[in-house]
């Protein structure tokens, strides 16, 4: 495929207290395309997507709603073709028990296009 292209949302973080009381902390970055850049990410994402700097959320906002512009990384774009990558994902601190039914960690993959390579 050619012209990928996503938003990835939902970048939080908790420090075990508060509301959920999940410790954690979303980080994301992508493998197996080195051909990728993001147009913006919120004031609440830091990283450039890469594994020796991961986007992660940079304070603790678990009691934001899922996704908010704050915690979004905008339009991850890759150029030229893509035949594969992996998008990893996990917490970049230890992590408490989530508590029954309420496991809040996960990022949103929105805004996908791309060209179909024929």
Do not use: E
């Not at 020796?52 to 304070?59: I, T």
């Not at 899922?66 to 970049?92: E, W």
């Amino acid at each position: 495929m050619r012209n990928l292209k996503f938003s990835l949302g939902g970048f939080t973080s908790g420090n075990g207290d508060g509301a959920a009381g999940i410790l954690f902390r979303d980080a994301a970055y992508i493998t197996g395309a080195n051909n990728f850049r993001s147009a913006s990410q919120g004031a609440d994402v830091t990283g450039d997507g890469t594994a020796a700097n991961p986007w992660f959320a940079n304070k603790f906002n678990v009691g934001t709603l899922p996704v908010t512009p704050a915690d979004t990384v905008n339009d991850v774009a890759f150029s030229g073709s893509v035949t594969s990558f992996t998008l990893h994902y996990y917490s970049l601190t230890g992590r408490t028990p989530p508590v029954q039914n309420q496991d809040f960690q996960g990022l949103f993959l929105s805004s996908m296009s791309f060209n179909a390579a024929c």
